[in-house]
């Protein structure tokens, strides 16, 4: 099948809305460089990998490129390499013929194919076994691919934009990325900084989740305090910009700012705040380490957990440990199976000397605004 013969059957989806540029970039410059390099990368129209923590915006920054590329007009097509099963992704991301296995009752395109004409977006793509990273290898060399059960190769023209957590490099220096195929992705980069590196922009993105999230569910919670705001800028974000509108969502549906200083409250416990008699009285060192160990599990436990959004599969993978691993470990250190609030003690907000500079622009600036129709802010 020729190129225009594909392209006029691969079906057009649009991107998604994004949230205003001003809302995306913010004022820090670190994402001020984002902006400057962003429309550069677009015109090179070669393969780009974006890096960042979970949940700093390598999604909206993906789209923007998108946006920005001659391909513009073209759909652009995201896959979230872990939610798909490893045993599924190859069929999903190249599809299949009629009778290539057990309940393949008719042909089905893939990815690739939806994206021909446009951008593929490969959401954490250190994920993807290696197994089946020659296939993509080939499509990135000869830009052709073969569906599962078929013969026949097909071409498709596309831009492929990749997201990892994990640095490519150091996977491929642990076996489980392929260093021709790091080669053939990290033509270009981009690395997304967390939201603990851009602590300025946090009253924005505060304002315009408020706002979003007020229309969205129909209520009508005030601003922040300036006290919350300051707490909010000298928080270290595991989760960044999705756990910020996370706990935006909770002050909005609970209306108190106490519901999320709970939810602060239990990622900032100490663990190895340990009773130890000053007396000169006999401690067990073996009971007080075992407590200490327990302590820091939770904890670390707990983080993950947040940052995943309380995904107990995904928190499992993060942490290297099986799913009933994981649920073992929960009981064990006294966390609840779901999100909840947590009565722990009140938080010493100690913030970092160097953002004490980005804090103070920004302590006595009004960033309320008039509501106005904001999309939601997703990755």
């Known amino acids: ?52 923590e979970s949940g700093t915006g390598k999604d909206v920054v993906a789209q923007l490129v998108h946006q920005h590329s001659e391909s513009a007009s073209g759909p ?30 008719s042909s089905k395109p893939g990815r690739v194919e939806m994206a021909n004409g446009g951008t593929l977006f490969l959401d954490a793509v250190s994920e993807i076994e290696i197994s089946l990273q020659p296939k993509l290898l080939q499509l990135l060399q000869d830009g052709c691919f073969c569906r599962i059960g078929g013969l026949d190769e097909r071409a498709v023209q596309l831009r492929l934009i990749c997201a990892s957590t994990r640095d490519l490099m150091e996977e491929v220096a642990l076996g489980r990325f392929r260093e021709d195929l790091y080669f053939r992705v990290n033509v270009l980069s981009l690395r997304m900084p967390a939201l603990r590196e851009r602590v ?79 007396d000169g009285s006999s401690i067990a060192l073996k009971e007080l380490t075992k407590r200490a160990v327990a302590r820091l599990e939770r904890t670390v436990i707990l983080r993950v957990l947040q940052a995943h959004q309380w995904n107990r599969k995904k928190t499992a993978a993060a942490l290297k440990i099986s799913y009933r691993a994981l649920l ?17 003690p009140s938080i010493n907000h100690t913030i970092p000397a160097d953002r004490e500079a980005a804090m103070q622009s920004t302590s006595d600036q009004d960033f309320s605004s008039q509501p106005q129709e904001l999309p939601a802010f997703d990755e």
């Open 328 to 344: 073992y470990k929960l009981k064990e250190v006294g966390i609840p199976p779901s999100r909840g609030i947590y009565a722990l």
């Open 200 to 278: 300025e922009d946090i009253p924005m993105l505060v304002d315009y989740f408020l706002q979003d999230l007020n229309r969205s569910f129909d209520r009508h919670a005030p601003p922040l305090s300036p006290t919350m705001i300051r707490v909010f800028q000298g928080y270290h974000w595991p989760g960044n910009i999705r756990e910020l509108e996370n706990l935006i969502k909770r002050y909005v549906v609970l209306g108190s700012e106490e519901a999320i200083m709970s939810e602060l409250r239990a990622v900032h416990e100490f663990p190895f705040e340990l009773e130890i008699p000053e």
């Open 1 to 52: 099948m020729s190129y225009q013969s594909l392209r006029a059957v691969t079906p057009k989806k649009k991107s998604p809305s994004l949230p205003p540029t001003d809302i995306i970039y913010g004022r820090s410059r670190a994402m001020q460089e984002i902006r400057h390099r962003i429309p550069l990368v677009a015109q090179a129209n070669a393969p780009l990998v974006l890096y960042g």
């Open 76 to 105: 652009f097509v995201k896959v979230s390499c872990p939610a798909i099963p490893s045993g599924l992704l190859e069929s999903e991301l190249f599809g299949y013929e009629k009778g290539a296995f057990t309940g393949a009752n």
